[in-house]
């Protein structure tokens, strides 16, 4: 994918500076996966920019997709430790260092809605004290 000095890619605005973004979004988008979702993490977390939400079919495309990702990268330099929820691949996390891809089954998506907690305000939220 070329981008030009930014481009909206699933409603978040990505900048030629972040092509790894960009990269496994096209990623994604080639393995079928489905209801993509990027949130951006800055000022939020420490543990990454971004956190990329992708619905797959089956466990067993959850694990392809996440073989895919990781072998794709790694082509490009960037290497991925092993990644979490394997054998069963109903959440795969998949480490790509400044971006962590999240791969669910549709149920196990709908369950954990990690969007509403990630996309709150946390700024906003007061602490209650029992």
Not at 32 to 47: D, M, R, Y
Not at 60 to 65: L, S, Y
Request: charged share 25%.
């Amino acid at each position: 994918m070329k981008l030009k000095n930014k481009e909206i890619y699933w409603g978040v605005q990505i900048s030629s500076e972040n092509k790894l973004l960009a990269k496994i979004s096209a990623i994604l988008d080639d393995a079928k996966t489905e209801s993509i979702s990027i949130i951006n993490l800055k000022n939020k977390t420490s543990i990454a920019d971004f956190f990329v939400i992708a619905t797959c079919r089956s466990s067993r495309h959850t694990d392809a997709t996440a073989n895919e990702i990781i072998r794709i990268l790694k082509k490009i330099g960037i290497k991925c430790p092993n990644p979490s929820g394997r054998p069963q691949c109903d959440w795969v996390i998949v480490d790509a260092g400044e971006v962590i891809i999240h791969l669910f089954r549709s149920e196990i998506r709908e369950l954990y809605n990690l969007e509403n907690l990630w996309g709150m305000n946390f700024e906003s939220v007061e602490n209650k004290t029992a």
